[in-house]
């Protein structure tokens, strides 16, 4: 068995999914991707794993038709707004990473909110990345660090990245079938053991999240060590 503390997800597939069950708009997929997310964080908040960071929106997604991030936008307001009770019964603390700033007030002040409630938590931490980018975040943890006169070095890197507080990625999942990682968790998935997997995120199941533990739980994880003999 190796050490699950935390799971990252680039949640892709959406709008294929959508197009694939004949829906006219991409944004159904993203309805349904929604409800999936709850049953991954249920699930990972029992199994006691200490981080689930889902990638929700990037900063290459404003790029998108105005109509789709406005309905992202709102879906997140709603999302977070439901979601705060299941946050509350499991003991999941919410926190985000992602510049916030650039988000509609509404949003930005749904997210402070569901943070304040949640933040006595103590198990599982649902972090989900919004407007999030690894080099923006780079970016400006090296502001971050220099306002504060410290030399960045790889041990305190972490501190002025969005992560800081959280360890490095042990499992990255991209589901919808691309082999990319789209600017997500650069830094922080350094030795990460990656799952790629066609199944499109509206269609993901808690029981290939299994077999895919499953899987990790048998790789021997050497860091750039050698084996244990
Ligand atoms: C991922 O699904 C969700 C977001 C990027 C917000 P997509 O919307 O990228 O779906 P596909 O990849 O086009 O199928
Ligand atoms: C990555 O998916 C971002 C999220 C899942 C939020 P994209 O669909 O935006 O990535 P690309 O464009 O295929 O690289
Ligand atoms: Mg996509």
Redesign the pocket.
């Known amino acids: 068995m190796n050490e699950l503390k935390h799971i990252a997800i680039i949640m892709?597939?959406n709008?294929r999914w959508a197009k694939k069950r004949g829906f006219s708009k991409r944004i159904k997929g993203h309805e349904e991707g929604a409800k999936r997310v709850r049953e991954i964080t249920i699930f990972a908040s029992n199994y006691g794993v200490k981080f689930l960071t889902l990638y929700a929106f990037s900063t290459e997604n404003w790029k998108r038709p105005k109509y789709e991030i406005d309905f992202l936008m709102k879906l997140m307001d709603i999302y977070l707004k439901n979601e705060l009770k299941l946050f509350l019964e499991n003991e999941v603390r919410f926190q985000t990473i992602g510049d916030i700033s650039k988000l509609p007030k509404n949003l930005q002040d749904r997210i402070f909110y569901t943070k304040e409630k949640t933040s006595h938590f103590k198990g599982l931490t649902q972090v989900l990345a919004i407007n999030y980018g690894s080099r923006d975040e780079i970016i400006r943890a090296f502001h971050k660090a220099k306002k504060s006169g410290v030399d960045l070095t790889q041990e305190n890197m972490n501190d002025f990245l969005d992560t800081a507080g959280m360890p490095d990625v042990d499992m990255l999942i991209r589901t919808?079938g691309e082999q990319r990682l789209s600017n997500f968790l650069l830094w922080q998935s350094a030795y990460s053991e990656l799952f790629f997997t066609k199944t499109l995120w509206p269609d993901f199941t808690v029981d290939e999240l299994k077999q895919m533990i499953e899987k990790f739980n048998k790789i021997e994880r050497r860091f750039g060590g050698v084996k244990n003999e």
Request: charged content about 25%; aromatic content about 0%; cysteine-free.
């Open positions: 892709d597939g709008g919808g």
